[in-house]
């Protein structure tokens, strides 16, 4: 326990818990040296609330709190109240249940100090040497919403907010189970930040959790702000673009992902819940694929896989084959690429270097700036731009189209992580492509999925179910079988509990 400043000074030497109450490490039982001690620790806390009450007996009390930190009315109405008008001595406080959250007693300043940081009520009481702490928060927040980066058309509009109790209460109203667990962590020495991992008891592999309790609790940091940076302290690989960890601000995602054998971490503050294991397919599903017909969300994953492959090597195969192999361009589509690239004086690395990076930039600018004038930036500046260069020769037709088509495929990932991925990928493919041609593609993308078969998440491979092949776990990756087909959990996590629902077999007609 931290030492405070010696603030009672006494002659002599007691028991151990007498000098700790010297050190200052313990409250006094005298009112007016706690409320000194107080003036002390908050000497530059103007939003700090002293509010001294006497009740029927004449004996004094001191009620302390946080401005705006606590909630106005469940503090006169839950606490105020009952102290003035239903309490007469304070031998009762200890004995009467006030109707508040929870109450408990400490006789530690560091306890004191960090529930009212917490938004908590503590109540200082003469003659005792402990103070009641009344749990009765009430800091600003803002309400549900819909996640405005995963809308969906059929499931819920649901969001999660900055508040870790709230989000854990929107799971619990898709999971209303009592094998779903939750142990909470503090991280950060400053910010006290309250990181909570749920999982179900009964299916999640009990090495995800011993390993992610064992990462989590290994984090020595001053604070921990948001998911984003509690990921890079957990995740496998720090040195690689692709994400470990999906990051949702979706309750009925976290849910889903808990019932295939998964965990979820909450971190307080944060509107993003991690979820983990995650594997390279899990990234391109979204929780409308569930909501939609089967055979339509299989055709619309299948098009995510095309997109991600068009969006990494679209432009690096027009500069391969422009730069290298025109000769398998038919020849009528060969002449208007050379009628396009006429007037133009770079080779085609540079003339897609020029294309690509303002369209990173226009993109970055869009989402800076407010939502109406970002998407005006966007439609408008890549329309004038892309003209404005055709026009004077610096890229060609060809070299706008292409660019277009990466920019919409990449658009498509469902995942922002994983589209940034794809975003940085496609540099070092188009570089390969104008140093070797066709042969840099091929080996760009061996490296590429060499690479993604190699990394891990929690231990568990990033390319199953297809590196290692799991062919059950097939049903529900680059298409999707329809929900009465897919009786057990995937393989890939190692649940302990297999089965999910009983096998039914239908036939055209049933029901």
């Given at each position: 326990m931290r030492n405070y400043r010696k603030w009672v000074k006494k002659a002599g030497k007691g028991t151990r818990t007498e000098q700790a109450t010297q050190r200052g490490d313990f409250l006094s039982s005298d009112l007016a040296s706690n409320e000194q001690m107080l003036l002390q620790l908050f000497s530059h806390a103007p939003d700090l609330a002293l509010r001294h009450l006497q009740i029927h007996s004449g004996e004094e009390l001191l009620l302390v709190y946080l401005e705006d930190m606590v909630d106005k009315v469940s503090l006169n109405d839950q606490i105020l109240r009952p102290l003035l008008y239903e309490i007469g001595s304070t031998s009762e406080l200890f004995q009467i249940t006030l109707p508040i959250g929870k109450v408990r007693s400490t006789r530690s300043w560091e306890k004191v100090e960090e529930a009212l940081f917490d938004g908590n009520s503590v109540l200082f009481i003469e003659g005792h040497g402990s103070a009641l702490v009344f749990q009765n928060q009430g800091w600003p927040q803002r309400q549900i919403t819909e996640?405005?980066?995963?809308?969906?058309?059929?499931?819920?509009?649901?969001?999660?907010?900055?508040?870790?109790?709230?989000?854990?209460?929107?799971?619990?109203?898709?999971?209303?189970?009592?094998?779903?667990?939750?142990?909470?962590?503090?991280?950060?020495?400053?910010?006290?930040?309250?990181?909570?991992?749920?999982?179900?008891?009964?299916?999640?592999?009990?090495?995800?959790?011993?390993?992610?309790?064992?990462?989590?609790?290994?984090?020595?940091?001053?604070?921990?702000?948001?998911?984003?940076?509690?990921?890079?302290?957990?995740?496998?690989?720090?040195?690689?673009?692709?994400?470990?960890?999906?990051?949702?601000?979706?309750?009925?995602?976290?849910?889903?992902?808990?019932?295939?054998?998964?965990?979820?971490?909450?971190?307080?503050?944060?509107?993003?819940?991690?979820?983990?294991?995650?594997?390279?397919?899990?990234?391109?599903?979204s929780v409308d694929d569930y909501s939609t017909r089967w055979m339509i969300a299989s055709f619309l994953r299948i098009l995510r896989l095309f997109a991600f492959f068009i969006a990494i090597s679209l432009p690096s195969l027009y500069i391969a084959m422009v730069s290298f192999h025109y000769e398998v361009i038919p020849l009528d589509l060969l002449i208007s690429v050379g009628e396009s690239r006429e007037q133009v004086p770079f080779p085609p690395i540079l003339e897609a270097l020029l294309m690509e990076f303002p369209l990173e930039m226009l993109r970055e600018a869009g989402l800076r700036l407010p939502a109406p004038i970002g998407q005006t930036i966007g439609v408008v500046g890549g329309i004038v731009i892309g003209q404005a260069a055709v026009q004077?020769?610096?890229?060609?037709?060809?070299?706008?189209?292409?660019?277009?088509?990466?920019?919409?495929?990449?658009?498509?990932?469902?995942?922002?992580?994983?589209?940034?991925?794809?975003?940085?990928?496609?540099?070092?493919?188009?570089?390969?492509?104008?140093?070797?041609?066709?042969?840099?593609?091929?080996?760009?993308?061996?490296?590429?999925?060499?690479?993604?078969?190699?990394?891990?998440?929690?231990?568990?491979?990033?390319?199953?179910?297809?590196?290692?092949?799991r062919l059950q776990d097939w049903k529900d990756t680059w298409i999707r079988f329809p929900l009465w087909k897919m009786n057990k959990r995937p393989l890939s996590t190692d649940p302990k509990q297999g089965r999910r629902q009983q096998a039914a077999s239908r036939k055209s007609g049933d029901r």
């Amino acid at each position: 326990m931290r030492n405070y400043r010696k603030w009672v000074k006494k002659a002599g030497k007691g028991t151990r818990t007498e000098q700790a109450t010297q050190r200052g490490d313990f409250l006094s039982s005298d009112l007016a040296s706690n409320e000194q001690m107080l003036l002390q620790l908050f000497s530059h806390a103007p939003d700090l609330a002293l509010r001294h009450l006497q009740i029927h007996s004449g004996e004094e009390l001191l009620l302390v709190y946080l401005e705006d930190m606590v909630d106005k009315v469940s503090l006169n109405d839950q606490i105020l109240r009952p102290l003035l008008y239903e309490i007469g001595s304070t031998s009762e406080l200890f004995q009467i249940t006030l109707p508040i959250g929870k109450v408990r007693s400490t006789r530690s300043w560091e306890k004191v100090e960090e529930a009212l940081f917490d938004g908590n009520s503590v109540l200082f009481i003469e003659g005792h040497g402990s103070a009641l702490v009344f749990q009765n928060q009430g800091w600003p927040q803002r309400q549900i919403t819909e996640p405005q980066n995963e809308s969906t058309l059929k499931g819920g509009h649901q969001g999660f907010v900055e508040t870790a109790s709230r989000n854990i209460a929107l799971i619990r109203r898709y999971l209303p189970n009592r094998q779903l667990k939750i142990q909470q962590y503090i991280v950060g020495k400053r910010s006290r930040t309250e990181v909570s991992l749920l999982f179900l008891q009964d299916i999640v592999n009990p090495q995800f959790v011993t390993e992610i309790e064992d990462r989590v609790q290994q984090i020595d940091v001053d604070a921990m702000i948001n998911s984003g940076e509690l990921v890079e302290f957990i995740e496998d690989h720090p040195f690689t673009l692709f994400p470990q960890f999906l990051l949702t601000e979706r309750p009925d995602s976290v849910a889903s992902h808990l019932l295939q054998g998964r965990i979820a971490l909450v971190v307080d503050r944060s509107p993003a819940v991690l979820i983990g294991p995650a594997s390279f397919p899990v990234y391109f599903q979204s929780v409308d694929d569930y909501s939609t017909r089967w055979m339509i969300a299989s055709f619309l994953r299948i098009l995510r896989l095309f997109a991600f492959f068009i969006a990494i090597s679209l432009p690096s195969l027009y500069i391969a084959m422009v730069s290298f192999h025109y000769e398998v361009i038919p020849l009528d589509l060969l002449i208007s690429v050379g009628e396009s690239r006429e007037q133009v004086p770079f080779p085609p690395i540079l003339e897609a270097l020029l294309m690509e990076f303002p369209l990173e930039m226009l993109r970055e600018a869009g989402l800076r700036l407010p939502a109406p004038i970002g998407q005006t930036i966007g439609v408008v500046g890549g329309i004038v731009i892309g003209q404005a260069a055709v026009q004077a020769g610096i890229v060609s037709n060809i070299m706008v189209i292409i660019v277009a088509l990466t920019a919409i495929a990449s658009f498509i990932v469902p995942d922002h992580d994983m589209a940034s991925a794809i975003r940085l990928v496609r540099f070092p493919m188009m570089i390969s492509a104008a140093l070797f041609g066709m042969i840099g593609i091929s080996i760009g993308l061996m490296i590429l999925i060499a690479h993604l078969i190699s990394l891990e998440s929690l231990g568990m491979p990033y390319g199953t179910p297809n590196s290692p092949m799991r062919l059950q776990d097939w049903k529900d990756t680059w298409i999707r079988f329809p929900l009465w087909k897919m009786n057990k959990r995937p393989l890939s996590t190692d649940p302990k509990q297999g089965r999910r629902q009983q096998a039914a077999s239908r036939k055209s007609g049933d029901r």
